[in-house]
């Protein structure tokens, strides 16, 4: 497990989910301290959705909560691998929230900020939170 009390990252993993592809859709994030604390988290119902959508929406909603909170250095980490190649090649995010998506790189380009890749048994809160918002069906953090 790398050092994040190095870098002062603060961690965040994210996770969405949906029940079929279109289906309905939750996506969740948890924040952590670069001493492993918790800081805060989220989850939101996002009605139907696509499932690869739903996964760019929880990166989204991630930066959006770590812009409100003022952090300023990022590391996310997501399941998904077409989530970290858009960060480099901007055209592999979906037209339908390609807009949404270039207001936050704005927010990433003033930030120290790595993305990485992380196994489902590595988001395991994460997505206990996205699952939450099935219950629920609402946004809470």
């Given at each position: 497990m790398f050092?994040?009390?190095?870098l002062k990252f603060f961690d965040i993993n994210t996770n969405g989910v949906?029940?079929?592809?279109?289906?309905?859709a939750v996506c969740g994030g948890i924040f952590c301290g670069n001493?492993?604390?918790?800081?805060?988290d989220?989850?939101?119902?996002?009605d139907i959705q696509i499932a690869s959508i739903v996964e760019f929406y929880g990166c989204i909603r991630a930066i959006e909560e770590a812009q409100e909170m003022g952090l300023t250095s990022l590391w996310v980490g997501c399941d998904f691998a077409l989530i970290c190649a858009?960060?480099?090649v901007r055209t592999n995010v979906p037209w339908i929230i390609r807009n949404r998506w270039n207001i936050?790189?704005?927010?990433y380009g003033k930030i120290r900020f790595r993305i990485s890749h992380i196994f489902q048994e590595g988001i395991a809160c994460a997505n206990t939170l996205a699952k939450l918002g099935f219950i629920h069906r609402e946004q809470f953090h």
């Amino acid at each position: 497990m790398f050092d994040f009390n190095v870098l002062k990252f603060f961690d965040i993993n994210t996770n969405g989910v949906a029940r079929g592809s279109p289906g309905l859709a939750v996506c969740g994030g948890i924040f952590c301290g670069n001493m492993r604390e918790f800081i805060g988290d989220f989850s939101a119902f996002l009605d139907i959705q696509i499932a690869s959508i739903v996964e760019f929406y929880g990166c989204i909603r991630a930066i959006e909560e770590a812009q409100e909170m003022g952090l300023t250095s990022l590391w996310v980490g997501c399941d998904f691998a077409l989530i970290c190649a858009a960060f480099t090649v901007r055209t592999n995010v979906p037209w339908i929230i390609r807009n949404r998506w270039n207001i936050y790189l704005n927010y990433y380009g003033k930030i120290r900020f790595r993305i990485s890749h992380i196994f489902q048994e590595g988001i395991a809160c994460a997505n206990t939170l996205a699952k939450l918002g099935f219950i629920h069906r609402e946004q809470f953090h």
